[in-house]
């Protein structure tokens, strides 16, 4: 599938991670009306997301699971959900929690549990989602692709963007029929491409 192809309207869009680059980006291009589950953490290997989809989020974030392992900065706590390999760093203040317990963990799963509802309500009712994922090889894009087309209700496209020592955006004509698979420049990912973002989302418009 070519850059061209994946244009259109859609209903929902979604954040897939692995970062929150493409939140950052979708927000920035006026994609993003809502806050997705996977918007604001990491979760590094597509295993991992694979197996949170097919089990539509259950377990997530359990309070068992959770962990500080380090100090983001002097307002924010890194902190790990074990059960799915994947870090938090923008919901937890050092203010109102500490190394050793999350006092704010009721409100901070009450808002991951609106988020993942909404994920939920919207792959079950839309007839066309575009995903967006950043990281990862193309290799693995089929199995996550796979996963999509059992949780998905209708239509879906996957966008899925790496970053590489290339200039300009790179089309890779991904062979599968959903997927549009791209590579941007490898320097200053957080704002050095934000020209080439918004090409590549121009063309793309939510349904109001």
């Given at each position: 599938m070519l850059l061209h192809e994946i244009k259109g309207q859609y209903q929902a869009v979604f954040s897939l991670g692995d970062n929150c680059l493409p939140a950052i980006q979708l927000e920035r291009n006026g994609l993003r009306p809502y806050s997705g589950p996977l918007d604001w953490l990491a979760i590094p290997q597509i295993s991992d997301l694979n197996r949170l989809l097919l089990n539509r989020f259950a377990g997530f974030m359990d309070l068992s699971h959770l962990k500080v392992v380090s100090k983001v900065s002097d307002?924010?706590?890194?902190?790990?959900?074990?059960?799915?390999?994947?870090?938090?760093?923008?919901?937890?203040?050092?203010?109102?929690?500490?190394?050793t317990q999350l006092f704010a963990y009721s409100e901070v799963k009450a808002k991951y549990d609106r988020r993942v509802n909404r994920f939920l309500e919207k792959i079950a009712t839309s007839q066309r989602i575009l995903f967006v994922h950043s990281g990862g090889t193309l290799q693995q894009i089929p199995t996550l692709t796979s996963v999509l087309s059992r949780i998905v209700a209708g239509d879906f496209r996957l966008l899925h963007v790496n970053h590489a020592p290339v200039q300009g955006i790179i089309d890779h004509h991904c062979p599968q029929s959903k997927v549009c698979s791209l590579s941007l420049p490898d320097r200053e990912i957080w704002n050095g491409n934000n020209s080439l973002w918004a090409q590549i989302l121009s063309g793309i418009t939510l349904e109001s």
């Open positions: 307002r924010l706590f890194l902190v790990e959900e074990s059960f799915y390999q994947l870090y938090l760093n923008h919901d937890f203040f050092t203010h109102n929690n500490t190394e």
